[in-house]
Structures are given as structure tokens and as C-alpha cells.
């Protein structure tokens, strides 16, 4: 087996004296989609903000494909790891092209000078740009409302944009945090696809998302974290049947959320 | 009250109509700032004398026509009409009772009547008032299919028409700006009525129509302004005194749309900005030849001034460092700061570069073969005033300006210091490098600044702490944030009001920057995102609520809308 595109080794986070996060690992291989779930407050975004150089570990290391991964949010964003946000942060009053190319804006090389007398080069750059950008909403499907203020548009439509934003960094790993919430189940199911499309693409993939039935049918491997400390990670069928998640994230009796996982898999199966 | 609307239009028009025609003054005063010219008969004389009364002609007029012809958006047409009837009455009006000593100057005294001053407020309100009893209506948009050849005809009209506009504007009552008494409300009258009709060429579509076609044709737009702005010396403004206030504007003009940069785009609350002005003139005047210069070398006027850009520049990423660390209210502290320590340090001559109190005098006058930039110039038979090249010259420098700020605005780095703006942690999260970026955008705005400063020194021909204190940083802030942020009409439109406002306005003496703070009330209360909005400043002063949320320290934080919504949806 490869060396997992991303990787995180006994992670752990104390703010001040609280624990956020205690020995967490992870491993993400690529062309696979992770699903990270736990309840409120488990240390999910700390997780996340330890792995795009937000925080800087207090013990513990990042690495992507095998390097450790700087501790500057941008410089990672530059290695390869990008992410969205779980309350939506786009750049409200830039227009939805506008805000793809803020993504390319890492990927693209020119300097003060070539931005100030817009030389030839500095033209075809921002043309590629341009067409990258437009190429990335038509993907998440975007397409037609690239001169509107990304502010205008639906709240469905938000979260997308911010992933076509995440994809214009060209990252290897892509970190979702809460892609669905306060979506309606139409909007869940395109979400689930677009996310589908985006491994197709060899993306790697690390979800958070408090729908379980979300994660357990669109994950290959399922982290579940409580209290900071990973619980079981697995395969989605084995963190389904361990009793300690039941106990720990569901809080029903087994056979209940048994049903109610195979009434899901029913439905979802083709 | 809907149906009211007409005939309250109808009656308000002709009150103004008639009111025009009335005597507005009774009394010929015997002293008053004026001893010599200490009369209110102006008001008093036949109507052809008072071009004041020749706008509430037109404007009563006009809410007559507006009113029984067909025209879409009624309403907004009409308000224009009626806002700027009032401001015409209210203006005079008030002038007479300020300098008359009381309502009886435009009441009754001593046997005489005047009443058409008040009887033009009443009809003007009462216009106003049915103007806004008219149905809503949405906005025009006027779009239609011309030929490129049409549109550039239509562009040349509209901007030659601009330019007579505003020079008609400035020397409205008097061409040398001093001797006319009336001055003051004569300007003001003018401004009014030429407000009220550019409000009618807004609502029925015109105005958005000719910024769309100049968008379309921008290379054309830019060089028939710039032939407009070389072209002003051979108007009404083409007089010694107007070429100095033309100048400061263009200055000034050039040094805020250096600041749109910091404040404007990169969101960075900077106000200790006109030190840099200061470093480009004390560096240009030390390099000058000056008698009074520490180095006793004369460099050329160009090399002197890339040394005092480059100066400042680095005075900028100085300054600017500590943005890495300290964020708005904070850094506006630390910009402050920074501009009272170069203003103590260049008072008290320390490190003896400024002069001191002496400032540096004498600046040598620059020349171009041989002709004295404050030397009067003939060109083919016009004999243009003198300090017409220094008036080119700083044409030259704010179209260099606005060269430096459109293209760095449309480019990578302009987006990211919008993004930093919008929300700092976000662009970082997205690879932006903004600790670098913000340093740049301090540099590049101190770098224009100090341009446009070695421009100034030579122009004044003497660079003195004076003129680079604390209320010319917070008069800038103020062009930009009342002309529109981020964009480069508005950083020339607000230095020009604020610079030539008070000019006009010295009839007003003692009231002047009450009214100039006034007005500025009105303006930051009814159009928060300036005269001239960028497009996303304009979204995003539509819903404040957006705006409070990049100046936050916290790194990541849930709102509670999202997380409610988040609950829902599971």
C-alpha cells in the first residue's frame, strides 16, 4: 500500500488548559473519501484547523505525500490541502467569478510589477485563469451566474461555490466542513454527487457532517471522535455496528438506529 | 394622499415660479462684512441680474412639464426638480437672513415687502412634498443598440458637456473666485441647480447609460478625459487663481486615489497617510537646489521625484509592518501616531531636513526649455495663465495615479487585497500571502503619495510641516470614504469637493466648516457607500451587517444563523 496523500499523526490540541484534541490520527488514502463525525464540540473544526495550518499542533504532526506540512495557512493551502468553512465564507461582495479567482490566486505567478503594466504574459495568465474559474463553476454548476455578488445567491448555492473556490487551488486534499447542513434532502443528494465527482477527479476527500446517513453512504472510511479523542474509525459498515458510536453520537437504542440505517440503505442502494 | 400628489405638484411649481419673480430682499444694510458693497439689492434687482432666479424659473417650470408629461418614474424625476428648488430657495434665503440681520430681510421692513424668498421655500416644499406623494415606480433602464461611432459621439458630447458643467459650476458668480460678496450663495445656487438636473438624468436612465457605453469604450473615455483635462485652461478656468485651485485638486486628487489603495481596497484604516505626502516633498525639496536644503545638490525634477517615491515607499513597508500584527481600530492608532511623530519630528527639525519652523523656502521653479513652469504660456495666439504646466504636469501625475490603481485593482494582487479586506482570515486560508500583500499595499500607496508630495513642494515652491498635519490625513480619509471607496471617479470627485468646497465658501467664514461638516452628515447619512460607489462597496453597504464580520479577530467562529439553520436541517 502507498504512503496515504494525508496523514495525521497523534495530533493533539490544548488551549490553555482545555484539551481539545488528545493523540487524534488519521489517515487518508488517496482517491478516498473520509467522513469525520462526533457530536457538538468533539474537536471536529479544531481537527481541521490543526490539519490546513490554522493551529499549530501542540504535539503531533501533519503530513501530505510524506512532507510535514507548514504551519501557515496559506503555505499549506499552496502544498496542496484546501478547505471550506462550516458557516459559509466567501468574500460576500465579490462576485462569484471574482471569488474562484481569489482561489487561483496561489496557482497563478504574477508579481506586483506584471500586475501593474499588464504585459502580455500577465494577459494570457489571466485569461487561463479566467477559464479555469469558469471551467470549476460549470463543474459544481455554477455556470450561469458568474457576474452576480456571491452574497445574492442561494444558500445552496453558496456552499458550492465555496467548494468550486476550494477546487481553483488545485488542492490534493480537499476538507469539507459540514458541506450539507441546512440543506433540503434534494440539495444532501446533489451535494452527495458533486463530492462523488470531485473523487473522480483523484481528489482526496475528508468530510465533516453531522448526518450520519450522509456520511455512511458517501465515506470509505469513517472517523468518529468524541471529547477529542478518537473513538472507532473504519469502514462505514463497522463504525455502524460498533455500540460504543451508538451509545457515544446516536443516543438511541441500537435496534432503532439499526432500522433506521437499513431503511437508508435500501433506499440508497441501486 | 396619492391623488394628491398632482395638484400639490401643480401648485408648488407655480409658488415657485411666482416666487422667483418677487423682490427676496428689503433692506440695503448699512454695515456687515462688506462696508463698501454692504447691500442685499442684489436681491432686489430685476431678474436678469440674479441667475438664481433664472433656476427656480427653469425648476418650476420644469415640475409643470414633468408633471403632465407621460414619463416613466415620475416620482424621481420630480424629487430631483424639487430638491433642488428647495436648495435654491432655502440658500438664498437663508444668505439674506444671515447677512440682512434677521427674518426682516425677507419679510417686511421699513415699508418694504419682500416676500419671494419665502413664498420660493414654501413652493418648493410643497412640490417636494407631492413629488413624494407619487406612486413608487422601478428604476429606468435605458439600453439601446447603437453603432460604436454613435456611442462614441454620445460619449465626446457627454464629457465635453461634463467639463462645461463643472467649469460653469466653479466660477459660477465671478471668474477670479475673491471679489464678487455674492459668491458664496451664488456657487451654492448653481451647484444646487445643476444637481437637481443631473438627479433627473439619473432617474430617467441617462446617466447609468453613458457610465455603461464608457465602460464599453474604455481606451476612448480615457483619452477624451484626459484631452477634457488638458482642455480646462482654455475655458472660463483659464486664470491664475483657478490654475492653483485646479492644481490642489489634482494633488490632492492624485494623493487620496493613493490612499483608495490602502483604505479603499486592502480595508486598512490609515490615518497618518499625509505624512507620506510630507516625505516626497521635504526628500524632492532637499534635492531641489533650494538655498535652504540640507544637500546642496540639484538633481533633475524626474529623479527627484522617484528618490521621494521610493523614500516614501519604504516609509510605507515601515509603517506598514505592524499591520502583520494589529488590526483596525488598532492600526488606525498606530497610523496616527506615526503621523504625529512626523509632524513633531519635521516642526522641531530633527535630523535638520525640514527646516523646522522655516520650513524650506525658495524651491527653485522647474522649467521645460527654457519656459518657467510659473511662467504664463502662449500656445497658437492663447495666452494660457501662468502655472499652466505646472497644471499639465499634474494632469500627467493623476493620470499616472489612476494608471497605477485601475491596473493593479484589476489584477491578482488587487483581488487578493479586496479579499483581505473582505475577510483576512478567509483569503489566508485560500493561500493568499496577506502579511506581504498588506506591507505592499502600504508601500504602493506611500510611494503615490510621495509622488504626488514632490509635485506639491515644487508647485508651492516650499515644503513646510504645516501642510502635511493631522487634519490633511483625516480631509483625505474623508475624499475618499465621501467620494466612494475603491473606486477612482470618487477619489477625484471627493478631493475636488473637499478642497474647493471651502474655497467657495469663504463668504461663509465663520460658518464654513460648519456647514462643510454638515453636509457631510447628510451625505454619510443618505449615501453611506459614497458619491461614486464601487459596485461591491455598493453590495455591501446595501446590508450592513456583512460588514462588521472581516474585522474580527476571532479565527473561526459560528454564527448563530447558520448553526439555527444547521439544526433545522438535520
Redesign the interface.
Known amino acids: 500500500m502507498s504512503t496515504p496523500v494525508l496523514q495525521a499523526r497523534d495530533v493533539s490540541m490544548v488551549f490553555g488548559g482545555l484539551t481539545a484534541l488528545k493523540n487524534v490520527s488519521l489517515n487518508l488514502d488517496e482517491g478516498k473519501i473520509v467522513g469525520l463525525i462526533g457530536p457538538n464540540g468533539a474537536g471536529k473544526t479544531t481537527f481541521f484547523n490543526c490539519l490546513t495550518g490554522l493551529y499549530t499542533p501542540t504535539t503531533g504532526q501533519v503530513l501530505l505525500k510524506g512532507a510535514v506540512l507548514p504551519g501557515d495557512p496559506a503555505e499549506v493551502t499552496a502544498a496542496g490541502v484546501a478547505r471550506t468553512f462550516q458557516n459559509i465564507r466567501l468574500f460576500p461582495s465579490m462576485t462569484v467569478l471574482e471569488n474562484v479567482l481569489l482561489g487561483r490566486h496561489v496557482r497563478m505567478r504574477q508579481g506586483p510589477l506584471a500586475s501593474l503594466f499588464h504585459g502580455p504574459s500577465f494577459r494570457r495568465g489571466e485569461a487561463a485563469a479566467r477559464d479555469r474559474a469558469r471551467e470549476l463553476l460549470a463543474f459544481v454548476g455554477l455556470g450561469k451566474v458568474e457576474d452576480e455578488l456571491s452574497r445574492n445567491l442561494p444558500y445552496g448555492d453558496q456552499r458550492r461555490l465555496e467548494i468550486a473556490r476550494a477546487l481553483a487551488t488545485d488542492p490534493a486534499v480537499l476538507l469539507l466542513d459540514e458541506p450539507t447542513a441546512g440543506m433540503n434532502p434534494q440539495e444532501t443528494e446533489a451535494a452527495r454527487q458533486l463530492i462523488f465527482r470531485i473523487r473522480d477527479l483523484g481528489i482526496s476527500v475528508v468530510v465533516i457532517e453531522h448526518d450520519t446517513k450522509f456520511i455512511f453512504t458517501l465515506c470509505d472510511q469513517v472517523s468518529v471522535l468524541v471529547q477529542g479523542e478518537l473513538l472507532v474509525e473504519g469502514t462505514p459498515d463497522v463504525v455502524r455496528g460498533d455500540p460504543r458510536v451508538v451509545e457515544a453520537y446516536l443516543g438511541k437504542p441500537p435496534e432503532e438506529v439499526e432500522a433506521e440505517l437499513q431503511a437508508v440503505q435500501e433506499g440508497e442502494t441501486p | 394622499m396619492k391623488a394628491m400628489a398632482r395638484p400639490l405638484i401643480i401648485v408648488g411649481s407655480i409658488v415657485v415660479i411666482i416666487g422667483a419673480l418677487l423682490p427676496w430682499a428689503t433692506f440695503v444694510l448699512n454695515d456687515g462684512p462688506y462696508p463698501d458693497k454692504a447691500t442685499l439689492e442684489f436681491f432686489d434687482a430685476p431678474f436678469g441680474l440674479s441667475s438664481f432666479r433664472l433656476y427656480l424659473e427653469i425648476l418650476g417650470l420644469a415640475g409643470l412639464v414633468f408633471c403632465f408629461v407621460p414619463l416613466r418614474d415620475k416620482i424621481r424625476v420630480l424629487k430631483a426638480v424639487g430638491w433642488g428648488a428647495l436648495g435654491v430657495a432655502l440658500i438664498n434665503t437663508l444668505f439674506i437672513i444671515g447677512d440682512g440681520g434677521g427674518f426682516g430681510a425677507v419679510t417686511v421692513a421699513d415699508g418694504v415687502t419682500a416676500f419671494g424668498g419665502i413664498a420660493a421655500v414654501i413652493g418648493a416644499a410643497v412640490l417636494l412634498y407631492g413629488a413624494f406623494q407619487l406612486p413608487a415606480e422601478p428604476k429606468v433602464v435605458i439600453n439601446p443598440k447603437l453603432p460604436f461611432w454613435a456611442e462614441w459621439l454620445i460619449l465626446l458630447v457627454a464629457f465635453v458637456a461634463l467639463l462645461l458643467l463643472i467649469t460653469e459650476t466653479l466660477t459660477a458668480g465671478g471668474h477670479s473666485g475673491v471679489s464678487d460678496p455674492y459668491i458664496g450663495p451664488l456657487f451654492l445656487s448653481y451647484l444646487s441647480a445643476a444637481g437637481a438636473l443631473l438627479g433627473v438624468l439619473w432617474a430617467v436612465g441617462v446617466t447609468k447609460w453613458i457610465s455603461d457605453m464608457s465602460e464599453r469604450h474604455r481606451i476612448f473615455s480615457i483619452v477624451v478625459l484626459v484631452a477634457c483635462a488638458v482642455a480646462v485652461p482654455f475655458t472660463s478656468l483659464g486664470n491664475d487663481y483657478w490654475m492653483t485651485i485646479t492644481a490642489n485638486i489634482g494633488v490632492y486628487a492624485a494623493t487620496a486615489i493613493g490612499l483608495n489603495i490602502v483604505v479603499g481596497l486592502a480595508g486598512l484604516l490609515d490615518l497618518g497617510y499625509v505624512a507620506f505626502m510630507g516625505i516626497g516633498a521635504f526628500v524632492a525639496a532637499n534635492l531641489s537646489g533650494a538655498v535652504a536644503a540640507e544637500f546642496g545638490i540639484r538633481l533633475p525634477f524626474l529623479l527627484a521625484a522617484i528618490v521621494a517615491g521610493i523614500v516614501a515607499g519604504l516609509f510605507g513597508a515601515i509603517v506598514g509592518s505592524p499591520t502583520l500584527r494589529v488590526r483596525g481600530d488598532y492600526l488606525a492608532i498606530v497610523t496616527l501616531a506615526f503621523g504625529e511623530i512626523f509632524v513633531r519630528v519635521s516642526q522641531n527639525n530633527i535630523g535638520g531636513l525640514t527646516g523646522g519652523s522655516n520650513a524650506i523656502p525658495n524651491i527653485p521653479d522647474l522649467s521645460l526649455f527654457g519656459t518657467g513652469f510659473n511662467d504664463s504660456l502662449t500656445i497658437g495666439g492663447v495666452q494660457l495663465p501662468s502655472g499652466v504646466l505646472y497644471y499639465f504636469l499634474i494632469v500627467v501625475l493623476v493620470a499616472l495615479v489612476m494608471f497605477?490603481f485601475g491596473?493593479?485593482k484589476n489584477?491578482?494582487?488587487?483581488?487578493?487585497w479586496?479579499?483581505i479586506r473582505?475577510?483576512e482570515?478567509?483569503?489566508?486560508?485560500?493561500?493568499?500571502?496577506?502579511g506581504k500583500l498588506k506591507i505592499?499595499a502600504f508601500m504602493?500607496g506611500a510611494t503615490l503619495a510621495g509622488l504626488a508630495g514632490a509635485v506639491f513642494a515644487h508647485k508651492l515652491a516650499t515644503a513646510s510641516y504645516d501642510s502635511f498635519q493631522f487634519n490633511q490625513s483625516v480631509t483625505l480619509l474623508a475624499a475618499v470614504i465621501l467620494g466612494g471607496m475603491g473606486t477612482i471617479p470618487g477619489a477625484v470627485l471627493g478631493a475636488a469637493l473637499l478642497f474647493v468646497l471651502p474655497e467657495e465658501l469663504r463668504q461663509f467664514s465663520d460658518y464654513r466648516l460648519l456647514f462643510f461638516g454638515l453636509a457631510l452628515v447628510v451625505i454619510m447619512r443618505f449615501r453611506p457607500q459614497g458619491l461614486i460607489a464601487d459596485?461591491?462597496?455598493r453590495?455591501?453597504l446595501a446590508?450592513q451587517d456583512?460588514t462588521g464580520e472581516s474585522l474580527d479577530d476571532t479565527?473561526?467562529?459560528?454564527?448563530v444563523a447558520?448553526?439555527g439553520?444547521?439544526e433545522?436541517?438535520?
Do not use: C, F, Q
Open positions: 497605477v491596473n493593479l489584477s491578482r494582487i488587487g483581488r487578493a479586496i479579499a473582505e475577510d482570515d478567509v483569503a489566508r486560508a485560500m493561500g493568499v500571502k496577506t505592499l504602493t459596485r461591491h462597496r453590495a455591501e446590508d456583512v479565527v473561526i467562529k459560528e454564527p447558520v448553526a439553520a444547521k433545522a436541517g438535520a
